[in-house]
């Protein structure tokens, strides 16, 4: 799956549930994506359609290293 910027964020989250990252929704509305690999977490509005760019980027080398391996 290629990841874009203005992708389906239901869609996007299935794919960082499939990578391996926690997916949590929080009482302010909020999607928080982590991965142990990565430093911090990802925060994104529950009130968008569309995926920001620091979500699709975390994914998108997710991907790739996981192709490496």
């Known amino acids: ?5 203005g992708q389906n964020l239901r869609t ?5 549930r499939r990578l391996g990252c926690a997916v949590n929704y929080n009482s302010a509305g909020e999607w928080a994506v ?3 690999t ?6 994104v509005s529950g ?5 920001p760019r620091s ?6 080398r997710l991907q790739k290293a996981r192709q490496r391996a």
Not at 38 to 43: A, G, H, N, S, T
Not at 47 to 51: K, Y
Request: hydrophobic share 45%; proline share 7%.
């Open 1 to 5: 799956m290629t990841l874009l910027t």
């Open 47 to 51: 009130h968008r359609r569309d995926a």
């Open 34 to 36: 982590s991965h142990p």
């Open 38 to 43: 990565w430093p911090r977490r990802v925060r």
């Open 55 to 60: 979500l699709t980027c975390l994914l998108a």
């Open 12 to 16: 996007v989250l299935a794919e960082a």
